[in-house]
């Protein structure tokens, strides 16, 4: 289930960009999909980090076991999932950073955005997710500035 | 000017989640007051996503001296910079994941928000960010749900 991204002819790997891409257009029609395959992605030495604790840290799921039962006990079936941009660069030994945003609309309720921070750590003909943390969600009321942050270090 | 967060007693490193607000807390810090030192959180092989192009993937900034000048280049005085959170985790190879997410007000204009991941890549006595990729930002005149990714996956 693991991103297939390496082995291509004369061994040279895809772009980090392209190996991001299809990570994540797989990751969330499986998670959309087949929840109960999304723990595939992952190693027992990932780090999932989830629901907030009452001091805003989030807490961590860890272990394959504990993953799996986390996906398994979701409900995303018939939720609208969006991906507006996917951002990759190459990483630490041979990892890949990838972050996501996108929208998402479940049943009887408003869009709402989320962002996702992943690190692929390579493995044998691809990559598996090592961490898996999730930003924060605002509302979609509001019309998107459409800019990333130029307009924090470019004024 | 890297986060120092090795070599306490015994050798044992500070948890993640310590690093990761240390790193947070120092680097905004910096990038507010003297954006001419900001450049040194990084080294000659990281790699910054800034300004997106026409096809919404963020130009890659490399190098040292582009990195410098890039900084350099900013006016980010006067402004107010907040951290509503940060969320760190182990990664590969001794690294660690950094999620932040928060606003900035920059006079004459509406506050902003904006999330940032950073891989921090250790050196010898800390880490160095070899990685840094801008999320979204939105208005903040919506109210944030304050609800991190279990809506995505634990409805």
Redesign the interface.
């Known amino acids: 289930m693991a991103a297939k991204a390496g082995n291509s002819v004369g061994g040279v790997l895809p772009h980090p960009?392209v190996i991001g891409n299809a990570f994540a257009q797989h990751y969330y029609k499986i998670?959309n999909e087949s929840p109960e395959d999304v723990h595939k992605f992952y190693h027992d030495q990932s780090?999932l980090?989830?629901?907030?604790n009452s001091d805003?840290?989030?807490t961590?799921i860890t272990t394959l076991r504990d993953i799996n039962k986390?996906?398994v006990?979701?409900?995303?079936k018939g939720?609208s999932?969006e991906i507006?941009?996917v951002?990759s660069?190459?990483?630490?030994?041979g990892?890949v950073?990838v972050?996501v945003?996108g929208s998402?609309t479940?049943p009887d309720a408003m869009k709402?955005?989320?962002?996702?921070?992943f690190?692929l750590?390579p493995q044998k003909g691809g990559y598996f997710v090592?961490?898996d943390?999730?930003?924060?969600?605002?509302?979609q009321?509001?019309?998107?500035?459409?800019?990333?942050?130029?307009?924090?270090?470019?004024?």
Chains 1, 2 share one sequence.
Do not use: W
Request: some cysteine.
């Open positions: 960009h998670l780090i980090g989830r629901k907030p805003g840290t989030l961590s986390h996906f006990s979701t409900y995303l939720c999932m507006d941009n951002d660069q190459p990483s630490h030994e990892g950073l972050l945003s998402f479940v709402r955005r989320f962002t996702q921070s690190f750590a090592l961490n943390i999730a930003g924060e969600v605002v509302n009321s509001t019309e998107s500035t459409s800019i990333s942050n130029e307009v924090v270090n470019d004024r």
